[in-house]
């Protein structure tokens, strides 16, 4: 590979870092085809780009952004593929669903939400973070709670007025 593919490839990388702001570094190598295709197929499903990269290529892209990457440099060995997605959590479910049936991947680091997951044992953190829509529902549905809370009480209030002043009337009579 030229000097000039490198720039190309490292240009790349960095370009997606941007635009993805959430990724996941795993391994796939032992993988056949027949699953890596699976994999690859499942991650077109839920929008996740997959590519596998040199990791000294993956480096370089990171020095080259300038953000602080430095505690995903021990993660970079063996074969590493990068999972790139929009949606924190999705790539973290896929690595779960997928590892099912297969032994592969295996999470080898994060870089999500600006912040860093290395080792395999943060899969079921990373895969229980919520996305900014659920974060939002989950704050709407308790703002809305209290005041759900008073209109019951109101609506529950007026049966007991009714009855007590029924009661009233019917002892008056």
Do not use: W
């Not at 602080?68 to 779960?96: C, D, Q, R």
Request: hydrophobic content about 40%.
């Amino acid at each position: 590979m030229t000097r000039e593919e490198k720039d190309q490839i490292i240009g790349s990388l960095v370009e997606q870092i941007n635009n993805y702001k959430n990724f996941y570094l795993t391994d796939i190598a032992g993988l056949n085809a027949e699953a890596t295709s699976q994999l690859r197929r499942l991650c077109f499903q839920k929008e996740v780009k997959m590519i596998v990269v040199k990791n000294t290529l993956l480096r370089k892209a990171f020095e080259r952004i300038g953000t602080n990457y430095e505690e995903l440099y021990g993660s970079l060995t063996n074969t590493t593929s990068v999972m790139f997605a929009t949606e924190a959590s999705v790539p973290a479910k896929l690595i779960k669903e997928f590892a099912k049936k297969n032994t592969k991947p295996v999470l080898k680091g994060a870089y999500v939400q600006e912040s860093v997951f290395v080792g395999a044992n943060q899969l079921e953190v990373l895969a229980n973070i919520k996305s900014k829509e659920e974060l939002i529902g989950d704050v709407i549905a308790l703002l809305q709670s209290p005041a759900k809370n008073v209109v019951s009480a109101l609506q529950s209030g007026k049966h007991i007025i009714a009855g007590v002043v029924k009661t009233l009337s019917e002892k008056e009579a």
